[in-house]
């Protein structure tokens, strides 16, 4: 399975800083969850986000999106302009709403926005089209599989084309199949979307496979611990999966993980 | 399970029913006066339809039902929307609703009487109060219960408060505000007729009824049941049909 996806142009540093996070923390109650944590998210780059439970990878993203707010630090955007950011969660059963259709629970996020129904729905089926997704768009939600209700999620998420694509282990309610499956889709929604994707995993090989960058972090209250290059020549192809190379540096995932989660947390307070 | 056999099944029940009567009332266990025959009570109750002699009454309850009823549902279902849509609202009015509902509507008689007088207003009213209540408590219930996830869905894409309520709420809590209409629905009909007993009216189920009874006129007695059980059966299996198809997707 050949996922024909190659690097975006202008890899690595060379792309302008998108959203800057500085010194953000937050804590709920007495328990601090995020505390001084940095981070440069560039410009169109696939970002994937791995730490222990509990670490506030969730609530990092939400913070992002502006769903939450940090108790100090900022997140400030470089380039003035907001971005408009797409969400797509882990529970799809859970946020999709099942009195409406697979089309109008697409164009949920365009009904907000006041857009007429035969608008609405003329752009689901472009965008439908333009990603070859197979969703049946008159199908009621509780009928669709679980691959595809993910699929109905993440058009939900790009139809206000957005800047920056929020995916919250997406696939860790999926079986393995669908999974490896919705990875080569992902891939070529960030590819032909130039949208900015930052994506949580709990699955070690899915976050180095999937992001041109991994941030692990640390646990709570988290910092960011590495940020690890997925070094990978060429196009991603699930083939890559079983290479040495990738052995190698998932080797040095774990080394990272060992480390930051052995720590006596009170190193970091 | 065949239709035919699920039919069936669901025949037997009343056949049954039907067959008891009529071999309690053939075998003499019970006075003819108290219990009489199904096939007497039911060309009685053909007599009073084909006369047209209960239809003025069937009507009258009917309107009394209806528009109390009507009324208890367009005031309680957005009452209870907007109160289970409030954490603070629902702490604050719940007891006093639980009282209102744990209250007879029966025990308000009086008190109707006095306000409403002996008319229309006072009946209407009293279908009414049994409506709003149980309403109001069911769809506030409903509310209360909607989906935190799908809310939080609908704001992260920028829906407004009000967009919130009308589009995800409302529907999360729609399940539960049917069943409370559909409990609604009986409990009106009994107030509508217990009040008509009570009250007295020129026309209604209820008098008929209370008429039979003080004529002692059983056969007639037994009719007027049959009239009523079937009228409410008949209104509850309707909403029933409707409630299915309104609310598809839940359970399934």
Known sequence: MEHSVSPAPGTGNRRAVQILVESVARAFGSQQVIGDLNLEIRQGEFLTFFGPNGCGKTTLLNIIAGIETADSGRISVPTGARAKIGYIFQDYRGNLMPWLTVAENIAF?????????????????????????????????????????????????????????????????????????????????????????????????????????????????????????NTLPGPKELGQLGSERFAALKAEALEIFRRETSQNPSNHS | MGRTRQLLIRLSGPLVLLAIWYIVAASGLASSYLLPPPGRTFLRLGQMLTAGTVHSDIAASLL????????????????????????????????????????????????????????????????????????????????????????????????????????????????????????????????????????????????????????????????????????????????????????FWAGA
Request: glycine share 6%.
């Open chain 1, 109 to 229: 996020p365009l009904r907000v926005r006041g857009i007429p129904t035969h608008e609405r729905m003329r752009r689901v089926r472009e965008l439908r089209d333009r990603y070859e997704f197979d969703v049946d768009l008159n199908a009621r939600t509780y009928n669709l599989s679980g691959g595809q209700a993910q699929l109905a999620s993440t058009l939900r998420a790009l139809i206000i084309d957005p800047d920056v694509l929020i995916m919250d282990e997406p696939f860790s309610a999926l079986d393995y199949q669908t999974s490896l499956d919705l990875y080569g889709k992902i891939l070529r929604v960030w590819q032909q979307a130039h949208v900015t994707v930052l994506l949580v995993s709990h699955n070690i090989d899915e976050a180095l496979y999937l992001g041109e960058r991994t941030v692990f972090l640390s646990r709570r209250p988290s910092h960011v611990a590495a940020v690890l290059e």
């Open chain 2, 64 to 247: 009394r039902w209806f528009v109390g009823y009507a009324l208890g549902c367009v005031i309680g279902v957005p009452v209870g929307l907007l109160i289970g849509n409030s954490v603070v609202l629902y702490e604050a009015s719940f007891p006093a609703i639980d009282f209102l509902r744990s209250l007879p509507v029966t025990a308000l008689f009086p008190l109707f009487l006095l306000i409403f007088g002996i008319g229309e207003g006072s009946k209407m009213a009293m279908a009414f109060t049994a409506t709003v209540f149980v309403v109001i408590l069911n769809s506030a219930s409903g509310a209360k219960q909607a989906s935190r996830t799908r809310q939080r869905t609908a704001k992260v894409f920028g829906a407004s408060r009000w967009q919130v309520f009308r589009w995800i709420v409302f529907w999360e809590a729609l399940p539960q505000t049917l069943v409370g209409m559909r409990i609604a629905l009986s409990l009106a009909l009994i107030v509508v007729i217990v009040s008509e007993m009570f009250i007295g009216t020129r026309q209604g189920l209820g008098q008929r009824i209370y008429d039979a009874y003080s004529f002692n006129l059983t056969t007639d007695l037994y009719a007027l049941l049959v009239i009523t059980g079937l009228l409410g059966f008949a209104m509850n299996r309707i909403f029933l049909f409707a409630e299915k198809r309104i609310v």
